[in-house]
Each structure stands twice: as C-alpha cells, then as structure tokens.
C-alpha cells in the first residue's frame, strides 16, 4: 500500500517491485530518488539542458506507462542510466534537430587490460572524485561520460560498454586517454592519476 510504503528504508529493487504493483508513491520516490543524477549524467552525454529534461521525463513517463512489462536484466540504476541515453539520442535528432555524439572508432591502445585493473581502494577513489570534480569540465564530453559512470557512478567496465553501446575495450582507451588528459591539464593530481595510468598500463 501506497501509505504502508517507508521509501526511506526501500531498496531500489523494492521500490521498483511495488511500482508493479502500481504503487505511485514508490514511482514518486523513484523520480526523487534518481532524477539529480540522471541530470547530472545526461548533462554529460549532450550539453543541452531542455533536451536532457525532456528525456529524463520521457524516460519516467515510459517506466509508468510500461511498468507491467518492464523487466529488469540488472540494477535499477543500469536500467534507467542506459535507457537515458537512449532516449537523448532519440529525442535530440526527432525533436530538437540536436546530433549528439556518435560512439568514437575503436582506436587500440597496445597494452590489453582487464577490469580488474582499474580497481582502487574505497580511500584512493573517494580523494580522486573530490580532486576530479574541477578538472573534469575541461575534458572532451565523451571522456566526461565515461569518467563519471566509472568514478561518479561506480559502473563495471562492461556495464559502462552497454550503456554506451561500444565495446569495453573502448571504454578502457577512452579512460586511460581520459585520465592522461586530465594529469596534462591538472598537474596537482599527477600521484593519484599516475597509480591509475599504471593500473591501465
């Protein structure tokens, strides 16, 4: 029941459990829960504040409306994450004549890494992200995307490649060219960028 419903308490699958059941509370915490950062990602895949709003409604408006249907294969977060994307790129050509970018080719880089590599300590990733934040806005969008799903949102490599519909390896290189970028243009965080150029290495 809508009045029973302690959203505070509710897991994300739960609350997506009872939005099934057509519980609107559920589906109203859900909007709160999420909509700031799906803003803030959506901000990242086009710099294009009326056509990230209108996907992000879009995207809810679809999830009530096919709520009986929808059927999870990950998180609630995957889903909603990757289904954004989709939805700004569909919405930027039909309604707002706006092309958002194009995945890139695959340019190989010579080393082959695992995702394994990539992972650092809760303590090292949390000093990263605060000293991230300013430098970010200086980088290409699509190595802002790819360095806020990582970092920002904690997606695996592989969950990274199907929300953005390219290939993991193409997830790596656009991270370690990310990260390079960023230790040119923000000498201060050379120590924390260099351990995670050697990860990639």
């Known amino acids: 029941m809508a009045g029973d419903l302690h959203s505070e308490w509710q897991s994300d699958e739960q ?15 859900l909007y709160q829960r999420f909509y700031a950062i799906l803003y803030s990602y959506g901000y ?9 709003e209108d996907a992000i409604q879009d995207l809810f408006v679809d999830v009530w409306r096919m ?3 929808i059927a999870l ?7 909603l994450f990757r289904s954004l994307r989709r939805k700004i790129h569909l919405l930027g050509k039909k309604e707002h004549g706006f092309e958002t970018e194009l995945p890139e080719s695959d ?14 300590s809760q303590e090292q990733q949390s000093e990263l992200i605060d000293r991230l934040t300013q430098a970010l806005t200086k980088l290409p969008q699509r190595q802002q995307e790819v360095i806020t799903l990582r970092f920002y949102q904690s997606f695996r490599h592989e969950e990274i490649a199907q929300i953005m519909g390219i290939t993991e390896k193409s997830v790596r290189n656009t991270l370690h060219k990310a990260l390079s970028h960023l230790r040119e243009q923000a000498p201060y965080l050379a120590p924390l960028l260099g351990f995670l150029l050697w990860c990639l290495s």
Do not use: G, P
Request: net charge negative.
């Open 15 to 29: 609350l997506w459990s009872a939005l099934k059941r057509d519980d609107q509370a559920a589906f109203a915490e």
């Open 73 to 79: 294969a990950q998180s609630v977060k995957f889903y």
């Open 107 to 120: 340019h190989t880089i010579s080393s082959d890494y695992s995702a394994e590599q990539i992972l650092i």
């Open 67 to 69: 709520r009986h249907s």
């Open 44 to 52: 990242k895949v086009a710099d294009h504040t009326t056509l990230v």
